[in-house]
């Protein structure tokens, strides 16, 4: 998996709880991105990232922020979880610069109850 | 103007047979197409990407054929095994900016033994 990792794997938790997910990549790249999955959606990009401290939202940024202090980290945030965000979540990181390929994480099945 | 179109949503297909996935994008901006390839619990991984300055790439049994007029663009998978039962995804994006990626809703794959 391109020297990503994700954590937790696997999480549940209750309605109106924090959550958040973490992303760690060991590539050095610049662009960290966070997308959900859904059944019949596709993966949609929730939030991304261009540089430490530079993020920007994506498509389905509601309900969900996101911080990157380091390079190799990028953390994804749930504020108060609702059960639309019943997901699988996934990372991925691109070296940017002319190399336009994503490499994605393993994901986190997130449950909210 | 930013959605990606893909189709079929499920394919079967009997073992040595092509098996062909198609998507249609609108945002004529759009100069990177690269195809994913999913297995059940596993993150997307990078297949075949193709740039708009050629009409075909070829890697192994897997092809993209692309129509630039069209907007379209195929995944053509030579002489299907078993072993290419996955979900595929095909997106696009641009190669300026942030090199975000916009997501068909996927194909689901059998290749029948």
């Known amino acids: 998996d391109a020297g990503i990792t994700q954590s937790p794997r696997h999480k549940v938790t209750e309605t109106g709880t924090p959550v958040t997910l973490r992303c760690h990549q060991t590539?050095?790249?610049?662009?960290m991105y966070w997308y959900r999955q859904d059944p019949g959606h596709g993966l949609r990009l929730i939030h991304y990232?261009?540089?430490?401290?530079?993020?920007d939202k994506g498509e389905v940024s509601d309900g969900y922020s996101v911080s990157r202090s380091k390079t190799e980290d990028f953390l994804l945030t749930l504020e108060s979880a609702t059960s639309s965000q019943t997901s699988v979540y996934f990372c991925?990181?691109?070296?940017?610069?002319?190399?336009?390929?994503?490499?994605f994480g393993p994901g986190t099945r997130l449950t909210v109850t | 103007q930013q959605q990606v179109k893909q189709s079929p949503q499920s394919l079967i297909v009997q073992k040595g047979g092509i098996s062909i996935i198609n998507c249609a994008y609108e945002?004529?901006?759009?100069?990177?197409f690269p195809w994913y390839q999913q297995f059940p619990g596993k993150g997307p991984a990078l297949l075949i990407a193709?740039?708009?300055?050629?009409s075909e790439k070829k890697e192994g049994r897997f092809t993209i054929s692309f129509n630039k007029s069209a907007k379209q663009f195929s995944l053509h998978i030579m002489d299907s095994q078993p072993g290419d039962s996955a979900t595929y995804f095909c997106?696009?994006?641009?190669?300026?900016?942030?090199?975000?990626?916009?997501f068909g809703t996927g194909t689901r794959l059998k290749v029948l033994a």
């Open positions: 990232s261009y540089g430490v401290k530079d993020t």
């Open positions: 945002n004529t901006a759009f100069d990177y």
């Open positions: 991925a990181i691109s070296p940017g610069t002319g190399a336009y390929e994503q490499y």
């Open positions: 590539e050095n790249h610049r662009y």
């Open positions: 997106a696009a994006s641009k190669t300026s900016g942030t090199y975000k990626y916009i």
């Open positions: 193709i740039r708009p300055d050629v």
